[in-house]
């Protein structure tokens, strides 16, 4: 996806679909993965969010700056 893509996608997403987009877009969560995230999984001290993803396993990534 191009960055012009990726810009018009997210124009055009209500603000509560928004972080669903660029977690998948920026962190590379499937669908599943992305969608089961909460605000407990955002760790604010370390910038750190910790998903469930497939198989069961945790997979912890830094967020982005759009994404904080």
């Known amino acids: 996806m191009s960055c012009e893509q990726r810009a018009a996608i997210l124009a055009k ?14 962190l ?5 993965e ?3 995230a909460k605000l ?3 760790n604010p001290e370390t ?6 993803v ?6 912890t990534l830094p967020v982005t700056e759009e994404i904080e």
């Open 13 to 26: 997403c209500p603000i509560w679909l928004r972080l669903f987009v660029l977690l998948c877009a920026d």
């Open 47 to 52: 910038r750190l969010i910790t998903l469930t």
């Open 28 to 32: 590379a969560y499937r669908f599943g």
């Open 34 to 36: 992305a969608l089961g």
């Open 40 to 42: 407990s999984d955002y």
């Open 54 to 59: 497939k198989g069961g396993e945790t997979n």
